[in-house]
């Protein structure tokens, strides 16, 4: 299923076995190639293609879903016989299933042939730079480099059909030297956007920083947060707030909230694959168009996104957001989640804060009240304290517990860079931003 023609062969086929139901169906197919490496040393190179087939019998308001990995006729005709027996047992909705009608799409994946045909060997020579000028300085080297070529096909027996393909590079890493330690991340479709210089260079300067800790008292703190962290705080917020589920089921703080101005007006996040840092997918996986849906626009609370089951049941728009049928019970979550960039240097940024923290990274971070989007957790890999405008002694790893509705509250100054990091579903683009409310439950040891 490498091309469009390939898929159009596969509805077929499988409309050849379904002639008296409603169908949808999901094909993916990825190729994935990863090189691993840790204590310095590259330990592992392994490269896979994984074809995966979901296909959804309708019948009266009963669903059967099966998934398979082939897509011979044998294969398909069996899984399709399943699919219609469980139909035939399993609970009608408590609304009508209504299938999408043919529908046309604004953007296409990101593509690159570069990243498509990137070798085992480009991406060790790439480690290996990095590994070498890092144990210069005494610092052992962590971490995994992937490139991923996909491919993406919904279709159902109303006509829609929808065909892409994207590529990824996704690489992390971590370096060490006794309790000195630095974390880097980068997600994107091409490549030749991957800098191993820069990204080692600031490995490096972060880690060099990141050594002989001192402890701080827990409180409430003025914190200056990169965009990892900003990022990993979107992406829970995108799960528990603006989940068209949650918001439905009033478990979320959005709502009895929509229409009001709880946020200072600098605060724009919207579900967004038209940005340039993004990495969109044209489509839902049901097949609706995917358009750019505001959350938070100048501090008013708008609404959140709503996947096609959501809609259906409580009779709203479905937003381009539903997920495969294995994760249909989540809801609806941003794909392309984007926060608006500020009018900051992240020097002025800095260097305007008399008293505060700057948190490089959180780690194992969980949900302690989703209405008011309470999050605990840990910072990690470089923390600092920022005294009269300069970024000065590192920090023991802190936990925390804040809610990220106060902290945006709070949110005084947002960088005018932004980065793109990864997302529970799509990449998401956060930038530098300040909060004067940011809670510090207790201290760490390390």
Known sequence: ??????????????????????????????????????????????????????????????????????????????????????????????????????????????????????????????????????????????????????????????????????????????????????????????????????????LLETALKNAEQIEIDPGVYTVILSPEAVSEILNYTGYTAFNGKMIMENKSFVSHNRGKKIFPETINISDDPFDELTMPLPFDLVGYPRKKIDLIKEGVIKDGVHDHLTALKYNKECTGNTLSPEHASFGALPFNLVMKEGSNSVEEVISSTKKGVYISRFHYVNILNPISVQLTGMTRNGTFLIEDGKLGKAIKNMRFNTSVVDMLKAVDMISKERQTKSGFIGPTVAPYLRTNNFTFSSKTSF
Request: charged share 25%.
């Open 1 to 202: 299923m490498r091309d469009i023609n390939s898929g159009k062969e596969l509805v077929n086929k499988i409309k050849s076995f379904i002639k008296n139901y409603d169908f949808e169906i999901i094909a993916t197919e990825v190729k994935s190639e990863l090189t691993r490496f840790a204590e310095s040393y590259i330990h592992q190179n392994v490269a896979e293609t994984n074809l995966n087939l979901i296909t959804k019998v309708i019948n009266e308001d009963r669903i059967g879903a099966v998934q398979m990995n082939s897509i011979d006729d044998s294969t398909i005709s069996k899984n399709v016989e399943k699919a219609i027996e469980v139909t035939k047992i399993t609970p009608k909705l408590d609304y009508h299933y209504q299938l999408l009608k043919p529908q046309s799409y604004k953007i296409k994946s990101k593509y690159s042939k570069d990243t498509a045909n990137f070798t085992p060997l480009n991406r060790a020579q790439l480690v290996n730079q990095l590994i070498k000028e890092v144990n210069e300085k005494g610092y052992e080297a962590a971490g995994a480099f992937t490139t991923e070529e996909s491919t993406l096909l919904v279709a159902n027996s109303e006509g829609v059909f929808a065909f892409d393909r994207g590529t990824k590079v996704d690489f992390n890493c971590v370096i060490t030297r006794d309790n000195s330690t630095a974390h880097t991340s980068f997600i994107d479709s091409d490549i030749n956007n991957f800098n191993i210089n820069k990204i080692t260079d600031k």
